[in-house]
């Protein structure tokens, strides 16, 4: 059986890898740096799945969400939208999410797999005829036996992903608001630099004015004196 494919947009190396970390073996993984790429390997691929972060380079995810959606065959592939800042997502589109699902970061390894079997998980339960039953009754025994230490080790592997998930994650999401809290300083300076020029271009124009008098007063004092000369 083929296996599903989900399609990561991310910005973030970090994240696209970890991702495909989590998903291996489970589901096919193709990746994207951001919206135009990942616009351009959706209409390729046709993903089953899209994992969209929605703070990217030249589109953020609800634009690239919308291009997607007129993408003819891509219309109702589920999109789970990501993002560390949830009230920048709440800005362009108010909750509740209607259009795509949302999974803040960091989040752990085994929601991600959790919310993306929600969606593509549709194994067709098969009935069970006696014969059958009689057969497979063996099966039933070894699923009760004490559990071995290979799924001990397997839940230590997946605690240990889950732990570099949430470490990587928590950087990127520290370093992104540090990011937006530049940014919003620097608008701040900005605009405040912005009023200083308008004030001072304002002092300017009324130096201006009184030199225009000045000028006009000097220039009727030269006419007075010239005419006291011609006298």
Same mark, same amino acid.
């Given at each position: 059986?083929?296996?599903?494919?989900?399609?990561? /947009?991310?910005?973030?190396?970090?994240?696209?890898?970890?991702?495909?970390?989590?998903?291996?073996?489970?589901?096919?993984?193709?990746?994207?740096?951001?919206?135009?790429?990942?616009?351009?390997?959706?209409?390729?691929?046709? @993903?089953?799945?899209?994992?969209?972060?929605?703070?990217?380079?030249?589109?953020?995810?609800?634009?690239?969400?919308?291009?997607?959606?007129?993408?003819?065959?891509?219309?109702?592939?589920?999109?789970?939208?990501?993002?560390?800042?949830?009230?920048?997502?709440?800005?362009?589109?108010?909750? @509740?999410?209607?259009?795509?699902?949302?999974?803040?970061? @960091?989040?752990?390894?085994?929601?991600?797999?959790?919310?993306?079997?929600?969606?593509?998980?549709?194994?067709?339960?098969?009935?069970?005829?006696?014969?059958?039953?009689?057969?497979?009754?063996?099966?039933?025994?070894?699923?009760?036996?004490?559990?071995?230490?290979?799924?001990?080790?397997?839940? /230590?592997?997946?605690?240990?992903?889950?732990?570099?998930?949430?470490?990587?994650?928590?950087?990127?999401?520290?370093?992104?608001?540090?990011?937006?809290?530049?940014?919003?300083?620097?608008?701040?300076?900005?605009?405040?630099?912005?009023?200083?020029?308008?004030?001072?271009?304002?002092?300017?124009?009324?130096?201006?004015?009184?030199?225009?008098?000045?000028?006009?007063?000097?220039?009727?004092?030269?006419?007075?004196?010239?005419?006291?000369?011609?006298?």
């Amino acid at each position: 059986m083929t296996a599903k494919k989900v399609l990561v /947009i991310d910005d973030s190396i970090m994240i696209r890898k970890m991702v495909k970390s989590i998903l291996a073996g489970k589901y096919d993984v193709l990746e994207a740096s951001d919206g135009k790429s990942g616009l351009d390997a959706a209409r390729r691929s046709f @993903p089953d799945l899209i994992l969209l972060d929605f703070v990217m380079p030249k589109y953020n995810g609800y634009q690239t969400l919308q291009a997607i959606r007129r993408v003819e065959g891509l219309q109702k592939v589920p999109v789970i939208m990501i993002s560390g800042l949830k009230e920048q997502v709440t800005e362009h589109v108010p909750e @509740p999410f209607t259009e795509f699902d949302f999974l803040e970061k @960091p989040f752990e390894a085994d929601v991600l797999v959790s919310r993306i079997q929600a969606f593509l998980t549709t194994e067709p339960v098969q009935p069970v005829s006696a014969a059958n039953a009689r057969s497979s009754a063996p099966a039933v025994v070894r699923e009760i036996q004490p559990p071995s230490e290979e799924p001990s080790l397997q839940m /230590i592997l997946n605690r240990l992903t889950s732990t570099e998930t949430l470490l990587v994650q928590g950087i990127e999401n520290l370093i992104q608001r540090e990011v937006v809290a530049r940014v919003n300083e620097l608008n701040t300076k900005i605009e405040h630099q912005d009023q200083a020029i308008k004030l001072l271009n304002q002092r300017m124009d009324k130096v201006s004015e009184q030199i225009d008098h000045q000028n006009k007063g000097l220039m009727v004092i030269l006419r007075e004196l010239k005419a006291l000369q011609g006298k």
